[in-house]
């Protein structure tokens, strides 16, 4: 029955900024097995894990965007990328691209969001890589208008370009479209192929088709070059 009540701790309670005693707002609100963290205000990481760690927690729910009600948040994502916390849920940049929600990632963008972040469960890919090999077009605009280099490689050593190029059954043209606009290098190599050099050998006419309109030269004779 006890784990059925509603119970409210206080985290901190200081406007505007932490008091020497007393971080800024936020609470923890444990119900029948679930914790949710309402309201991250500076200083409040440190009380939380008191009764919960990042990782145990089912929520984080911010009432507004003041830093005295989200500055913590920071931190947390810091600690959910490189300290010793496994998230159950990808994180909220990551989950958007995956969803191909444009408008989310520009807001969370805006937010802050670091749109060069390394994603995915090992950490291995990124959001540019991630929406081209997804076709996530719009995606993929929103990324290069925040500034992500379009030959950022990501931690497995693969171009988006290449992905865009390859991935699904005839790839991305769209997006294939929008790398190279933003100036993507149409000769740069992953695992020692260009983008048309995969996209021949996987017997994808169309793409290759496009990337030669576009001015990929032709492979030559020999092995392919390193990267």
């Known amino acids: 029955m006890g784990n059925d009540l509603l119970r409210l ?3 901190g309670s200081a406007p505007p900024y932490p008091a020497a005693d007393n ?3 936020g609470y923890l609100v444990s119900c029948g097995g679930g914790q949710v963290w309402v309201d991250a205000g500076s200083g409040t990481l440190g009380p939380l894990q008191r009764h919960a760690r990042l990782d145990e927690l089912d929520a984080i729910w911010i009432s507004h965007l003041h ?4 500055a913590d948040l920071l931190t947390a994502h810091y600690g959910a990328l490189y300290a010793d916390v496994r998230l159950a849920a990808p994180i909220p940049l990551e989950e958007a691209v995956r969803r191909g929600r444009a408008a989310e990632v520009a807001r969370l963008v805006a937010a802050g969001a670091d749109p060069e972040q390394p994603i995915g469960e ?4 990124t959001p540019l890589c991630l929406a081209a090999a997804s076709g996530h077009t719009a995606v993929v605009r929103v990324l ?3 500034g992500v280099h379009p030959d950022a490689r990501n931690g497995l050593g693969h171009l988006p370009l290449v992905l ?3 991935a699904g059954r005839a790839g991305h ?3 294939l479209d929008l790398l190279l606009d933003a100036g993507a290098d ?3 190599r992953t695992r020692g192929r260009t983008a048309l050099e995969w996209a021949d050998g996987f017997g994808l006419t169309e793409t290759a088709r496009r990337l030669r309109g576009r001015g990929a030269r032709p492979a030559g004779a020999g092995s392919p070059q390193p990267e």
């Open 67 to 70: 830093a005295d009600h989200c």
């Open 144 to 146: 290069l208008a925040a």
């Open 23 to 25: 971080p800024c707002s």
């Open 164 to 166: 865009a190029a390859t």
């Open 9 to 11: 701790t206080v985290l």
């Open 122 to 125: 090992y950490r291995e890919t």
């Open 186 to 188: 149409i000769e740069a």
């Open 173 to 175: 043209p769209a997006a």
